[in-house]
């Protein structure tokens, strides 16, 4: 398949999947990140994760607000990403506190307010959790089509494992890839917990 045509069936995908993913309501979406987020503290890469990187969430993702404010109570260090405009690249910052220390930023998506801003490498990290719209059970996925995690994931050091959270409804046979897409090592459901790639 040439790349164009797979660009082509990225949108589909995310249109389709965005489409059911934003239907759900706010109870069904609480209450199936809850789900998730019980799987996940029971896991053991995040039991002994020393720190974690978490993405914060907005509108119909999994909701990880949960995640975060636990990993903050078990004196885990958590740090979030954040886009600069203009970058390609994205950075992570460490928080200490969800309620007080975040704004909407680029993309609307709540981040560190500038006086809060403290720049942290993944290698203080033993977790990454991903977002994103569409997910397989070989771990890839498709986020919003700007490439950042695919960026995040290649230069992933070695032995930070990657977790993407995944309502069942985006889970499908197979996402379409191409060269620069990379699978997550697990992927977290409300009922399952996919091991990928290891
Ligand atoms: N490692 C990379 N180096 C250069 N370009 C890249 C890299 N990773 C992704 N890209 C480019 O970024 C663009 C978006 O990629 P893709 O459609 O896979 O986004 P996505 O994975 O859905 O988005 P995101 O990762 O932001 O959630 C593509 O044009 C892709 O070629
Ligand atoms: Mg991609």
Redesign the pocket.
Known sequence: MSEAQTAVE?EQFRRYILRLRDRQSTRDIEQKSMEIMDQVLHLNEYVRARGIACYVSKDSEVDTRRLIRKALDAHKRVLVPVVKKGDIDLFFSEIKDLGKELAPGSFNIPEPKAEYLRPASLDAVDVLFVPGIVWDKEGY???????????VL?TLPEHVRSIGLSFNLQLVNRVPRDQ??LPVNTVVTESRVVRCHS
């Open positions: 990225k996925r498709l986020g919003w089509g700007r490439g950042y995690f695919d960026r290649k620069f897409d």
